[in-house]
């Protein structure tokens, strides 16, 4: 363990405050990003819930969104949730009831119309079903497809169905059913974590019935097959954590082998060198334990290589036609920092323009001379409130938030199109048990010093 740990960068985790106009903690919701908003559905506090909300990252605020017509979902709870290429895409999580075996339950939300609009997969022949309704599945996007595993069934239990919903064609197929057993893929399953890279999607732990797991499988679609992973140096068994996937490697977090007892342990595989480590913490930023909460991974390097979403698969930095380049993705300690809530060993994200704005000699004289202003000039001055570190752009909502006519709409959604397009890498880990019911959602962000 602490051999892992000596060799694994270590990370920064810093907890969002947010005011009331919030979603309420929760868990066993569902989240995605796209476009540099996150959107989370449903889930439990001391009900099951039925609201629909969209976080600006950079502007740190919430909108809530229509989810009371005929086409929305009802209320949900263990569904999963999906973004590609300008719809998302919700699946399960119903309340158990005979109702549910009469229809796919599967919803679309238009973002562009921010509407939810009527849609029902199609099957890819006569002979084949669709799934039924299900909790605690995975679901993943590979290419044009969204892929699904397990999840727990009504009174049926654990399944270990496989299905493809094929998005250009809405046609749902059935990858390997109930009738396949061991060694030819993970089993039933539920409450686990999956993530895709490349033209495979790797599982890992969840229960097989009661039982807790920490087997470790990937799944090739070009050979549609399963094979098992060595998991020695890995995670414990788990159930109700989160995965996503980064650069060249799966990030990893939270979950429990007991219902009482959740872990805040982050995790890295590395699938070039099929290796695990854990990633330390820095001082002071020590995140809780949670269980059954999202992750949602921003920025270039947590964009999948089969993921769809807009404007931000490339890695290299580029100009938006003599624009300043909102983030620059890289990471420098600095001093801590009221500001920066405070905390000790804070990460500042550096900003540029293609002038190179900063007119101090460090990051950390920039942040100072920022928060001062004595002395500068009204230029200087600008060129600092220009440069703005992204922390400080959260925190003192001063990019792509203005709201005083001095952008009309049309400006506004480009500048916050330019804005998601660089936005730094981090990771934001969204509601989880334990929770405080109505008060407004647990957010953590955590940023990797290897970034």
Not at 50 to 58: E, G, K, L, Q, T
Not at 220 to 247: C, D, E, F, I
Request: proline share 6%; hydrophobic share 30%; charged share 20%.
């Amino acid at each position: 363990m602490m051999q892992a740990m000596r060799h694994s960068s270590p990370c920064l985790w810093t907890r969002l405050l947010q005011d009331s106009q919030a979603p309420c903690d929760r868990y066993k919701h569902a989240c995605c990003s796209y476009g540099g908003h996150v959107y989370i559905l449903g889930g439990r506090d001391s009900s099951t819930l039925r609201d629909f909300w969209r976080y600006s990252v950079v502007c740190d605020q919430w909108t809530e969104l229509n989810c009371t017509s005929d086409a929305a979902p009802e209320e949900l709870e263990g569904h999963s949730m999906v973004a590609h290429e300008g719809f998302l895409y919700v699946f399960g999580g119903m309340l158990d009831s005979a109702y549910n075996e009469q229809r796919c339950p599967l919803w679309v939300f238009d973002i562009a119309k921010q509407k939810w609009v009527p849609c029902q997969g199609k099957t890819s022949s006569p002979q084949s079903q669709m799934p039924t309704n299900r909790k605690g599945h995975s679901a993943v996007l590979l290419g044009s497809a969204m892929l699904l595993y397990g999840g727990l069934v009504d009174m049926k239990g654990s399944s270990q169905d496989f299905w493809s919903l094929d998005f250009d064609s809405m046609a749902w197929s059935l990858l390997n059913g109930s009738q396949q057993q061991g060694p030819l893929g993970p089993g039933p399953r539920h409450s686990h974590s999956a993530v895709s890279s490349h033209s495979c999607m790797y599982l890992f732990g969840g229960l097989k019935g009661l039982q807790e797991q920490r087997d470790f499988w990937k799944w090739t679609s070009t050979s549609n097959t399963w094979s098992s992973l060595k998991n020695k140096a890995g995670p414990s068994r788990l159930m109700g954590h989160s995965a996503v996937a980064y650069q060249d490697s799966m990030l990893l977090y939270g979950g429990c082998e007991s219902q009482n007892s959740p872990k805040h342990c982050l995790w890295r595989y590395y699938f070039s060198t099929q290796t695990w480590r854990q990633v330390a913490t820095l001082p002071g930023s020590n995140p809780p334990g949670k269980i059954h909460h999202c992750c949602v991974g921003l920025g270039p390097s947590y964009k999948s290589k089969s993921c769809s979403s807009p404007c931000s698969g490339s890695t290299q930095p580029r100009l938006l036609e003599g624009k300043p380049r909102p983030f620059k993705n890289k990471c420098f300690p600095t001093p801590p920092r009221k500001r920066f809530l405070g905390s000790e060993g804070a990460i500042e994200l550096e900003t540029f323009s293609p002038a190179r704005c900063f007119i101090s000699k460090t990051p950390t004289q920039s942040s100072q001379l920022f928060n001062s202003k004595e002395g500068l000039t009204e230029r200087e001055a600008q060129q600092i409130e220009n440069c703005l570190t992204f922390e400080n752009q959260v925190f003192r909502k001063q990019w792509g938030c203005r709201r005083d006519n001095l952008l009309d709409k049309e400006e506004e959604e480009e500048e916050d199109e330019d804005v998601a397009a660089h936005l730094p890498d981090l990771l934001l880990v969204l509601g989880g048990r334990p929770c405080t019911p109505h008060s407004p959602i647990s957010i953590w962000q955590m940023t990797l010093t290897d970034s």
